[in-house]
């Protein structure tokens, strides 16, 4: 792939995700919204709400990719740790942001207690985005992007602020052939070692009575793309092409 596209990582924070009592929607969400970004997303990790594990997956994250989004583990109960475990991976101290404090104050006006001033607390030097119709600030430390896990809550975030990624687009082509992988692939393999720039992919799909696999092609060149995608296309048999998108 292109060396200049920008990566990012999601790291997906809570006990509820690892022991199966809440889906995850997010990291599928984010992954979506990445690719149309033109982001080369390269992982995601799910890991518990520990403060020890959060703060070395966010700093080898952090080194590791230009951007990080982080789900879950924001908010006033016990096991909301995602702030303090960023503080601890970084070697960070807690404090209470000015300008939290202020939005808390202003949002609960005499019903301060000490589960919403939780809230207000990040490691030092972080920043927040609030363009003003956000339900609560979006916290940013470094190049790590802090979110809640409630998906309501993430997707209308992340729409506010998604356009600060955008990098040159991804184009994709996608051909629908009715054959197995095994008579293909040994020349889609070797398109694949001819065509560095360009990531194939291949997908059985089963149950479909007009085609049986779908190959997936996509660059950030598209003059790369399509010579690509005609290369292959020269080399296989006709007949089990039922049609290139």
Excluded at 25 to 50: H, Q, T
Excluded at 158 to 168: D, G, N, Q, V, W
Aim: charged share 25%; no cysteine.
């Amino acid at each position: 792939m292109n060396t200049s596209t920008r990566t990012a990582g999601i790291i997906i924070i809570g006990n509820e995700i690892l022991s199966g009592k809440v889906n995850d929607s997010n990291s599928f969400y984010l992954a979506s919204e990445l690719r149309k970004l033109g982001i080369d997303l390269m992982r995601i990790s799910v890991i518990p709400d520990d403060i020890e594990i959060i703060g070395s997956e966010a700093s080898a994250f952090s080194k590791q990719y230009d951007f990080v989004f982080t789900s879950g583990g924001v908010g006033p109960t016990h096991d909301d740790v995602t702030m303090e475990g960023i503080a601890k991976g970084f070697a960070m101290r807690m404090i209470r942001h000015p300008q939290l404090e202020d939005y808390f104050r202003s949002k609960y006006s005499g019903q301060m207690n000490d589960a919403i001033l939780k809230m207000t607390e990040v490691p030092e030097g972080a920043e927040i985005i609030d363009p003003g119709n956000m339900s609560f600030p979006l916290v940013v430390y470094r190049n790590i992007f802090i979110f809640p896990g409630i998906p309501e809550y993430l997707r209308n975030k992340f729409s506010l602020i998604k356009e600060r990624f955008r990098s040159p687009a991804f184009h994709l082509r996608r051909l629908f052939l009715d054959a197995r992988e095994s008579d293909i692939a040994e020349i889609l393999n070797t398109v694949v070692s001819e065509s560095r720039d360009v990531s194939f992919g291949s997908y059985p799909i089963l149950g479909n009575p007009e085609y049986k696999i779908i190959v997936t092609a996509e660059s950030k060149s598209e003059d790369t793309l399509n010579s690509a995608v005609e290369k292959l296309l020269s080399r296989i048999s006709g007949d089990i092409v039922v049609r290139v998108e």
